[in-house]
């Protein structure tokens, strides 16, 4: 499975992205997520959705503000990001894997990555 993630840019404060990643190969994953990394910081969790189904799940940071969507027909997975901030400016890297709902949320749940796309939000 290869993942292209694109859609980052440079973006002012309270202004909005959309973030897109393309599965091909095939999945069998469970889940498709959003992590991000920030210069000196550890990657973190952002968002992901339940490939077969709809349920989705977020970082407290970004509750309210982002809105993570799938196309199964495109198999692709996409990331509305709104009323960015500062804080919010990171590698982003889409991810694909068989997590069950104690690792949904942490990097170990997902196996394939995609390549990063930056996001700068400017102040």
């Known amino acids: 499975v290869q993942l292209q993630a694109f859609g980052g840019g440079l973006v002012q404060a309270g202004g909005s992205l959309r973030l897109s990643c393309a599965a091909s190969g095939g999945t069998d994953s469970t889940y498709m997520g959003w992590f991000r990394q920030a210069p000196g910081k550890e990657r973190e969790f952002v968002a992901t959705?339940?490939?077969?189904?709809?349920?989705?799940y977020y970082a407290d940071s970004v509750k309210g503000r982002f809105a993570i969507s799938r196309d199964r027909a495109k198999n692709s997975v996409y990331l509305q990001m709104n009323s960015l901030q500062s804080e919010d400016t990171a590698v982003y890297y889409c991810?694909?894997?068989?997590?069950?709902?104690?690792?949904?949320?942490?990097?170990?749940?997902?196996?394939?990555w995609g390549q990063g796309t930056q996001v700068t939000v400017s102040s």
């Open positions: 959705i339940r490939w077969n189904g709809s349920h989705t």
């Open positions: 991810a694909a894997g068989r997590a069950i709902t104690s690792t949904r949320t942490t990097a170990r749940g997902y196996n394939y």
